[in-house]
């Protein structure tokens, strides 16, 4: 019998993360706030707790897949949490997207505390996560990381060990922006072309076999908005988190972003327009009604 893993945060990408843990045989204890993924995943097999604390208090190994900073934060550090229930050497590996700063200090709490940590955000989107074939980015100690890989296999098909704590998340931080600034200026080069007279099929195929072709253009974007399917998916709003967190890191480094900015602006748009439940490529959405064109196959 291999050994017990915790989850937490089972939710769109979560849960079938976790599937494909029980799937690879490894026994599982969850946990999430919303009580119908837990409902599903029992019924497969999992054993389901009623706090993060009691997670971690039947697991050698914890996983965490939460929305934000704060969240990870606060199941992992605070009051009837993660590090409660741990006991020495244990392993958390936390693959939400967060701020490199919030994790490394996360992870060091935790070490003072004879505990090791791994931050490994995915990407690959919902169908990533339930085919098995997530891109990993792992932070944390090589060795640790070594020891982890049948689980992150378990998950993902390209996994990536980055360095020390912190790294895997300023990997995926600067993949997002290029995926959001990518996403948004697509929907405003394809929507020129539409408005001008260019067929939608023709110049979508050019540019698939051109230098402006991409794999969210070519994959993403043909698989959901340009067939009209707006539900997530990665939310918008996610999306507009994940910008928010290239733009903190981009202050403590100093670095200037301009153009992740504008696109951190497009993604408040789309918030404050009430989208931001929709799929990020409802983008290419509000280009169509701007323009009154149709970017569809």
């Known amino acids: 019998m291999k050994e017990r893993i915790g989850f937490i945060g089972v939710g769109v990408m979560g849960k079938p993360m976790a599937l494909n843990l029980m799937k690879a045989e490894h026994p599982l204890t969850v946990f999430d706030l919303n009580p119908n993924p837990l409902k599903e995943l029992q019924a497969r097999g999992a054993a389901i707790a009623h706090s993060s604390k009691e997670v971690s208090s039947q697991a050698q190994v ?30 958390v590996i936390d693959m939400s997207t967060i701020d490199p700063s919030v994790s490394r200090s996360i992870a060091k709490t935790l070490a003072g505390k004879n505990m090791k940590m791994l ?34 296999k378990a998950m993902g098909q390209n996994i990536f060990y980055c360095g020390p704590n912190g790294t895997g998340e300023i990997v995926k931080i600067v993949n997002n922006l290029l995926a959001a600034t990518n996403r948004a200026v697509s929907a405003e080069g394809l929507a020129l072309g539409v408005k001008a007279g260019a067929d939608f099929k023709v110049l979508y195929d050019v540019i698939c076999t051109s230098t402006g072709q991409s794999r969210s253009l070519q994959f993403t974007s043909a698989a959901k908005p340009f067939k009209g399917d707006y539900e997530p998916g990665f939310a918008a709003e996610l999306m507009h988190k994940d910008l928010g967190l290239a733009m903190n890191l981009a202050k403590e480094e100093k670095v200037p972003v301009p153009l992740g900015a504008i696109s951190h602006q497009i993604y408040n748009h789309l918030l404050a327009s009430g989208l931001g439940k929709k799929d990020t490529g409802i983008v290419f959405k509000v280009y169509e009604d701007l323009l009154r064109v149709k970017l569809r196959f």
């Not at 934000?68 to 992992?76: A, F, L, P, R």
């Not at 931050?119 to 640790?144: C, F, H, N, R």
Request: with cysteine; proline share 5%.
């Open 62 to 91: 914890v996983i965490t897949m939460l929305p934000n900073s704060g969240d990870v934060e606060k199941v992992i550090l605070k009051e009837n949490g993660v590090m409660e229930g741990l006991k020495s050497n244990s392993i």
């Open 119 to 152: 931050d490994a955000p995915v990407s690959g989107g919902q169908k990533g996560a339930e085919d098995g074939t997530l891109t990993i980015m792992v932070g944390g100690d090589k060795d640790v990381f070594e020891k982890c890989s049948p689980l992150f």
